[in-house]
Every structure is written in C-alpha cells, then in structure tokens.
C-alpha cells in the first residue's frame, strides 16, 4: 500500500518510467504485457501505453501466505514476490493437475503463473490450487479488474483489446490442441491395455487347450485284466502250470 501511495504521488510520466524498472522483470513473463510494452517502446503513442502498464501495476493486490497453506483462485494472475510455491500440489488439484498437464511446477521470486485468467472456457485452465513451500509474499491480478483496464484505455491505445484478444485466442487454441492430445493418448493407452489383457487371456485360453490336446494323446494307464481276458498262453504265476497250460504256451527251440 505505501509503495502504491508512492507512485500514485508521481507525475504520469515520472510513474511510467519508476512502474517499468520496479516491474519489467514479471512484465516481462507475461505475454501479451511483454507484447505491450514492446509495441509501446516502438510507438509515437508510448506515454498512454506507459500509462495503461502503470495501471495494470498499480491494481496488483498483495497476499501473504504462511507455509504449507494452500491457496489459488481461478482466473488470476500470480506474480511471486519472495517465497517458495509449488503450482499443483494442494488437497485437491494434485492428482488433476498432474493428469491433465503431467508435470508439477516449482516456482521461485519472480514467478509469474496463471496467465491464462483471461480465458472464459473453465475447461482450458490450470488448476488454480497451489502450494506454499515457505513463507510466501504474491501480486494478485484478477480477469475482471484487467478487463476493465482495457476497455478503459483501448481508445488512447490503438490496437490495445486485438492484442489481448489475439493471446486469448491463441492460448485457448494451444490449450484446446493439448487437452484433445492427451485425451486420444489416454484412449490409445485404454485400448493397448484392453488388448494386451485380451491377449494374455487368448494365450492362457491356448496353453489349456494345447494341454488338454496332449493329454488325450498320452497312453492310457494299464489296468489289471480279469484271468478270462488274459491270452490262452499265459500262466498264472500263483499256480503250478499243468500239461496243458505248457502245451498252449508257443514253442521255443534252443539250441545247446
């Protein structure tokens, strides 16, 4: 607040030249700001671009957090001025953020994230929810206070709102192309998992029948025979064999 009471005590063109140095860093991160300023610096018209950059700064509020707390709201713009915070990580946006984007973000003093405020589709934007690593001191902008900027300067600055449009435009495609990619890979992958579970069960269901084909080619094991099924020549070894047991067995010649 009394930084904010400072500049707000500045003349307009000593404000634009003191916003840029103190903001030029997370101006920088931010694409379509960067876009601005660089249209401004090339511009005859730079002073009411300065003055819309200004603006934008001096509608920052600030917002302290403690560690480990989480925080995070949807369409806005966090500018990390000293502190540790992990995008992604809170309760409930861990196992969302890493599905849908695949990856955490670490973010340290002059982190900018959530620059995807603008966008009007819920369905495109990051999880909002994140995580501080330390004691953490952020900028906030919100979409509502931005917007409001813009329609108040786009008549001093030509070109203003087409340059914000076109990010939103383009960011919304990017997100739009990503979200549809990662879907038809989570399909692809459903059905590579489907098939394989199809195939390991085909193979299981062929392994039993070649099993069961090579049981039944295996000899059947020989069971005892009744005396009347035994051939006419063959003698019961628990009886002495008479005549004519031995004169049915074939002969044999030897020769000593």
């Known amino acids: 607040e009394r930084h904010h009471q400072i500049i707000a005590a500045m003349s307009p063109g000593l404000q634009g030249y003191v916003v840029m140095e103190l903001n030029r860093t997370w101006i920088s991160k931010v694409r379509f700001l960067s876009k601005v300023l660089r249209h401004a610096e090339q511009s005859d018209l730079r002073s009411f671009f300065y003055a ?5 700064s001096l509608s920052l509020t600030t917002s ?4 480990s707390e ?6 806005t713009m966090y500018i990390l001025v000293q502190g540790l915070v992990s995008s992604g990580t809170g309760a409930r946006a861990t196992s969302a953020f890493i599905a849908e984007w695949g990856v955490e973000r670490v973010h340290s003093a002059g ?5 995807d405020f603008l966008l009007s589709d819920t369905r495109l934007l990051e999880p909002a929810e994140s995580l501080a690593l330390t004691y953490c001191e952020t900028m906030v902008l919100n979409r509502s206070s931005f917007l409001t900027l813009v329609e108040r300067h786009n008549g001093d600055c030509p070109g203003l709102k087409d340059m914000v449009r076109w990010f939103c435009c383009w960011l919304a495609l990017q997100r739009a192309l990503l979200k549809e990619a990662r879907r ?8 590579e998992r489907r098939r394989q579970k199809e195939e390991a069960s085909g193979d299981a269901e062929v392994e039993w029948r070649r099993l069961c084909a090579a049981e039944e080619l295996l000899p059947t094991p020989a069971t005892p025979t009744s005396r009347a099924d035994r051939p006419v020549w063959e003698p019961d070894l628990w009886q002495t064999p008479t005549d004519a047991d031995l004169s049915k067995r074939p002969s ?3 020769d000593l």
């Open 52 to 56: 819309f950059i200004v603006d934008v």
């Open 64 to 67: 302290i957090h403690a560690q």
């Open 70 to 75: 989480v925080f995070g709201v949807r369409n």
């Open 111 to 115: 982190a900018v994230w959530g620059q």
């Open 184 to 191: 038809r890979i989570n399909v692809a992958r459903k059905r």
């Open 252 to 254: 044999v010649v030897t």
